[in-house]
Every structure is written in structure tokens, then in C-alpha cells.
């Protein structure tokens, strides 16, 4: 059943609210009562749709999820679409930074980097650059990708004058690419 617009109203206003709050300070210092006052809500309106500030702050996670998501399906698994996917994912950062700053803060929730590149088009992406690789370094190698990568937007995000979105986008597909690409022999087992 959709949303009426007075819900939907009712929960941008929260959401922006708790984002407000969550620029000041952390997620476990903030109480309910402080997001209705900010987002001039009730708290009997909050309670209707969430039942913790963590509820909403995982709804403000899902619609950033979500909006990946619909960026990235636009495009096909070929290299070239990889290479878009990737800059309509940092484009769509650098569009929404205020929310995505916040949601990409590791004490908020130190999951979101597996979430956000474990979605499966995400995940699609990285798989089909599995190039000379076995099971086991293929593994390796993801969480060095999604660690890594996750850890490269996020300073991006965090500097000022950052570098165009196409530019990161740019660096970001490279790395893995090659990473992907170019597997180097094993130094075990050598004498």
C-alpha cells in the first residue's frame, strides 16, 4: 500500500530532522524527543513509524540504498556500464553529501560499507571483473575492494574542494580494474 503524502511528509521531516541532529552529534546521545522537537513532529506521529531513532536512521539508510540502487540499474554488466554504474554512484554522493556523510559514518553503523557494496548490482559489477583468480582470492579480494573503496569515497566525501565525481568515479573504476585484472603470482612456497 503506498504512502499517503502526510506520511511521506511526515517522515522527510523526521528524517531531515535526525540528518540535522546527526551533524552534531552522535546517534546514541540523540532521543526521540529532541528529533520531533527539531523536525516539529510529535511524538506520537514518530512512534507511528518508527520505534527508535536507530528505526529511523535505518529507513534514512534504505532510501540511500535504494536510490543506488535505481542509479545503477540503468546500465548494462559491460565494462563501459561498470564504469557508468560507478560514476552514478559518486555522482549520486556528491548530490546528496549532507545525508550521504552521514549515513557512510562508521560509528553510526560500521555495516553500512558491506551493505552498500554487497548490494547485488554492486556485487554483479565486481563478480564479472573476476579475471584469473580462484575462489579463495576472489574473496581476499572483495573485501580489500569494499573496504577499499568504501574508504576512498569516504575521504572523498570528506574533503573540502573535492575532486569532481567523474574523477574519483574514474579513480575508483581503475583500481579495481586493475586489481581485478592483473593477478600476481603467489610469493609462497618459493626457495
Known amino acids: 500500500m503506498e504512502e499517503n503524502q502526510r506520511v511521506r511528509l511526515s517522515k522527510m521531516m523526521l528524517k531531515n530532522g535526525l540528518i540535522e541532529l546527526l551533524s552534531r552529534e552522535s546517534i546514541h ?9 527539531v523536525s516539529h513532529v510529535n511524538r506520537t506521529t514518530f512512534y507511528k513509524h518508527y520505534g527508535s531513532q536507530y528505526d529511523l536512521f535505518q529507513d534514512i539508510e534504505n532510501d540511500v540504498l535504494a536510490s543506488i ?21 559518486v555522482t549520486y554522493i556528491d548530490k546528496n553529501i549532507d545525508t550521504c556523510r552521514i549515513v557512510f559514518d562508521y560509528n553510526i ?14 556485487e554483479q559489477m565486481i563478480a564479472k571483473l573476476d ?4 575462489k579463495d582470492e576472489l574473496e581476499y579480494i572483495f573485501c580489500v575492494v569494499v573496504e577499499g573503496s ?11 574542494g573535492r575532486e569532481p565525481a567523474e574523477n574519483i568515479a574514474g579513480i575508483l573504476g581503475n583500481i579495481v580494474i586493475k586489481l ?12
Open 131 to 134: 579475471q584469473g583468480y580462484d
Open 69 to 89: 540502487i535505481s542509479h545503477v540499474n540503468k546500465y548494462d554488466n559491460s565494462m563501459d556500464g561498470t564504469l557508468k554504474q560507478l560514476l552514478e554512484i
Open 29 to 37: 546521545k540523540i532521543s526521540v524527543t529532541e528529533i520531533c522537537n
Open 150 to 160: 568504501f574508504n576512498m569515497i569516504r575521504k572523498w566525501m570528506s574533503k573540502e
Open 180 to 191: 581485478l585484472h592483473e593477478p600476481m603470482q603467489s610469493v609462497t612456497g618459493s626457495s
Open 109 to 122: 553503523d560500521p555495516d553500512f560499507p558491506q551493505k552498500l557494496l554487497t548490494m547485488p548490482n554492486i
